[in-house]
């Protein structure tokens, strides 16, 4: 796929006007990665973002049970979701790790340099950061309901 196509794939972008868009895709470039290719690790710097081209990323977060860390899976993405989103939110530090499930293409965005892109224009600035506000939301209500789920599955009979 080309950038142009996974770029107006993705909902956060979506709306934006022409040379906005043209903005973006000029510092973005097209990357491939492998099945079970690890993208990002939690803690790590979040230097870029991503959307999905083709293929699919595994969400997981590492948790530490009887002293050994496992990584839970808490979502899947596909083409047009993106990840990585920390980049443009400080601390822009990864709050989990990324692996492809699938090989395929992600479209990687600088994450210092769509920052800057912000700052300078303010269409993309409230157009990118309402939506992203909308997909840290649902990110956010999605691990509510894990919790809740996890913890009726282990709550003490009373």
């Known amino acids: 796929m080309s950038k142009n196509e996974i770029l107006s794939s ?3 972008f ?3 006007e022409t040379h906005c ?5 000029a510092i973005s470039e097209v990357v491939t990665v492998a099945n079970g290719e690890r993208i990002f690790e939690k803690g790590g710097a ?6 999905v081209g083709s293929g699919a990323v595994r969400l997981c977060l590492p948790i530490i049970i009887l002293l050994s860390e496992k990584e839970i ?10 990840i990585g989103w920390s980049a443009l939110i400080p601390p822009h530090e990864l709050t989990m790790s990324a692996y492809a499930v699938q090989a395929g293409e992600l479209l990687r965005i600088p ?6 892109l912000c700052e300078q224009d303010e269409h993309i ?3 990118v950061i309402s939506r992203l506000a909308s997909v840290i939301g649902r990110r956010l209500v999605q691990l509510e309901r894990m919790l809740a789920k996890e913890m009726e599955l282990n709550a003490p009979s009373i």
């Open 10 to 12: 993705c909902a956060i």
């Open 14 to 16: 979506k709306g934006l």
């Open 21 to 25: 868009m043209n903005s973006i895709e």
């Open 46 to 51: 979040a230097a870029n973002f991503y959307i």
């Open 73 to 82: 899976e808490i979502d899947v993405r596909h083409p047009g979701d993106l």
């Open 111 to 116: 994450g210092k340099e769509l920052r800057s």
């Open 125 to 127: 600035s409230a157009v």
